[in-house]
């Protein structure tokens, strides 16, 4: 297996040489994805330059440089102008991609809550389980600023940090990432249900049980209290839905989002 240098660079015998010029580009793809895969290239490891890269595996800079940038689109690889190109997850732009995907699949409401309740409830018990006092301390303050909320952004800002908090303390980047996309894509119903009281106070009820439970360290209770809420909040949606039909199509694109922001 090739060794990255003391630098955190790969040296350039370890890529191969590029063989079918007309697919260079997904060539160059599937080869960096494969040498992730097999820990030949891991988080922080620099590519060499372009040139000599490009040089190396018989291939032109631009058919390169396109090979690279797909890769950060897709959250492979990140670029900056003193170190180059350097392998390194990018969430937010790995979250992005599965909102767009999970859009072009119609998900519904209920589609999402279903996929919360199995994902949330354990990660919120993992949360009870291995919480440190300060990462406690940070998910209390969040608790404190959504009671103390005067408006419903400020409590939808609080309640947003709140669940992010939880998933990070769950040490767990795979639960992580898969919770993000799914409450990324309710961030219009749950900032229309922020706007009333009851939905609020409710919150309020079942978020204190949760950082109780994460509190005492029992991911019994943390896991019960997390599917009690993700189970209320849905019940809350979908008498809001029923009130006000007009809700039922709070599930908008990421695009509309940022160009209604």
Do not use: C
């Not at 988080?43 to 940038?69: D, W």
């Not at 209770?221 to 809350?236: D, I, K, M, P, V």
């Amino acid at each position: 297996r090739h060794k990255p240098l003391s630098d955190n660079s790969l040296e350039i015998s370890t890529f191969s040489r590029v063989k079918q010029p007309q697919t260079t580009v997904e060539t160059v793809e599937r080869q960096i994805k494969e040498m992730i895969r097999s820990g030949i290239l891991v988080a922080g490891t620099g590519l060499p330059a372009e040139r000599q890269l490009a040089e190396h595996l018989n291939i032109s800079r631009t058919a390169l440089r396109e090979a690279l940038q797909s890769l950060t689109r897709q959250g492979v690889l990140q670029v900056r102008k003193s170190s180059g190109w350097t392998v390194g997850p990018n969430q937010e732009t790995v979250v992005d991609n599965l909102e767009v995907y999970f859009l072009l699949e119609n998900v519904s409401l209920v589609n999402l809550v279903e996929a919360r309740l199995v994902v949330e409830p354990e990660t919120t018990a993992f949360a009870a389980l291995r919480r440190t006092s300060e990462q406690l301390d940070r998910i209390e303050q969040a608790l404190n600023d959504s009671r103390n909320a005067q408006d419903p952004e400020t409590f939808f800002r609080a309640d947003t940090s709140f669940h992010a908090y939880i998933a990070e303390t769950s040490s767990n980047p795979l639960l992580i990432l898969a919770l993000r996309p799914l409450f990324g894509l309710m961030v219009d119903v749950r900032q229309g249900l922020a706007a009333s009281e009851k939905v609020i106070s409710d919150s309020h009820i079942e978020h204190t049980k949760i950082f109780d439970a994460i509190r005492d360290k029992d991911p019994v209770a943390a896991r019960a209290a997390a599917s009690e809420h993700a189970h209320g909040f849905l019940t809350r949606a979908q008498q809001a839905i029923a009130d006000d039909p007009k809700l039922a199509g709070l599930l908008v694109r990421p695009q509309q989002r940022a160009k209604d922001a």
